[in-house]
């Protein structure tokens, strides 16, 4: 294999166990707040659900400040390897997990610590797979290769929707509840040696061991803040709105359309499916296109977008009808992959080198923590709180004002 089919492989496989673990676990939300929480309603036991799935995001920026400083210090491949490991033990032993009805209150417990090891776990994962691929691409090629790594990211979640749409279409929700929801985590242990293998080429082709360094952890961190922080608030801000819009429309959608809207697990699947091979599609296609386009106005034409259709484009989620649902989907793919397309090569060519790691990782991961690890348990809490269905656009209009001003200052080309 070629250098660059080597890189090419690298960023678009890397990270797909990662967001395969971390959406099977929202696609199966509803399975998970039956087993696992002893509420009568089940609106309230969903919220407790994706407050777990919020919580293990919250403890990724210590994940990210961790292996953001191995990697600057020892290398990217170290970094993702560590990682990675440290990742597929947690995800295995949730297929395993005894539920309430077994061993009560303590079914919860370990339900929440092996999913708070996943999110520190998962802190190192994108964005050094990002600055990877960002430093060992040819220019010409810097664009769509770090575009490969967001739809890396996207294939995980495609991945998850495939499976877990695929049980629903295999087995009755009895047999789900019963033992089939632990199929797509014990699958995750064969997704972790497939991207060990993959991962190998990174000790031939790794950029970053010439910018290895021996800066203690501290002074790295401050060098940081001290040298780039309208990069971090950049990075930060914009980020806050690609992370709420994809948890929001792409995640926590076939939830949404199921529990609340009670469209049939299905319908709700072969959409999120559909909406998600165009994402992945359109990312690429704009990340190829980006040199041309421009990195500000593609972010604008994101961020713009969604503010004016997301209320319209909800509306038409009541009908209810699978063909005008997937069109919602699609048309959100639309506007989310111009930005989706220029973040990974945002995140990683705003810094120097010498702290390049450290300060996509934490930017990146600090922001996903705050906004979008919790948009699922917020979305669910405004409807229960509201009644109204339409509610979770606060959130998604409210993402788009907090980034518009981090994309104007961004550099046109």
Not at 47 to 61: D, Q
Not at 121 to 134: K, M, N
Not at 332 to 347: E, P, R, T, W
Request: proline share 4%; with cysteine.
């Amino acid at each position: 294999m070629t250098k660059v089919r080597r890189i090419a492989a690298i960023g678009l496989l890397a990270n797909i166990f990662e967001w395969y673990d971390f959406s099977i676990y929202a696609f199966l939300a509803g399975i998970i707040a039956h087993l696992f929480f002893a509420s009568q309603n089940i609106h309230i036991a969903l919220i407790k659900t994706f407050f777990i799935f919020s919580a293990s995001y919250f403890v990724r920026p210590i994940g990210s400040l961790f292996f953001g400083y191995m990697a600057d210090t020892y290398g990217v491949k170290k970094s993702l390897r560590t990682s990675l490991l440290m990742m597929s033990v947690p995800t295995v032993l949730l297929g395993v997990l005894p539920t309430y009805e077994s061993v009560g209150y303590m079914a919860t417990a370990l339900l929440i610590v092996l999913r708070l090891f996943q999110g520190f776990a998962a802190g190192g994962e994108l964005p050094c797979s990002a600055v990877y691929v960002y430093e060992a691409s040819p220019a010409k090629f810097r664009g769509l290769f770090s575009s490969f790594v967001a739809s890396s990211s996207m294939l995980g979640v495609l991945l998850g929707s495939l499976t877990v749409g695929g049980l629903y279409w295999i087995f009755p929700e009895k047999i789900l509840l019963a033992w089939a929801w632990r199929i797509p985590f014990l699958i995750g242990f064969l997704l972790t040696i497939g991207i060990l293998l993959i991962r190998r080429g990174i000790a031939n082709t790794d950029a970053s061991q010439d910018a290895q360094c021996k800066t203690p952890f501290l002074t790295l961190i401050k060098t940081l803040i001290k040298t780039h922080p309208l990069q971090l608030t950049q990075v930060f801000l914009l980020n806050a709105f690609i992370s709420i819009a994809f948890y929001l429309l792409f995640v926590w959608m076939p939830v949404y359309l199921h529990m609340f809207l009670h469209v049939t697990a299905q319908k709700a699947f072969i959409s999120n499916t559909i909406a998600m091979l165009c994402l992945i599609a359109l990312t690429m296609v704009f990340g190829y296109y980006s040199a041309k386009i421009g990195k500000r106005p593609l972010a604008l034409i994101s961020i713009i977008g969604v503010f004016i259709a997301a209320y319209p484009l909800f509306l038409l989620f009541k009908t209810k009808i699978l063909i005008v649902i997937i069109a919602v989907q699609i048309i959100f793919a639309l506007l989310l992959s111009c930005v989706d397309g220029i973040n990974m090569m945002l995140i990683t060519g705003l810094f120097n080198k010498p702290v390049r790691c450290s300060g996509a990782s934490i930017a990146f991961t600090l922001s996903t923590a705050i906004f979008g690890g919790a948009a699922p348990t917020i979305s669910s809490y405004l409807i229960h709180r509201t009644g109204s269905m339409t509610s979770p656009v606060i959130l998604l209009m409210a993402a788009c004002l907090i980034a518009l001003p981090a994309a104007l200052s961004l550099p046109r080309q």
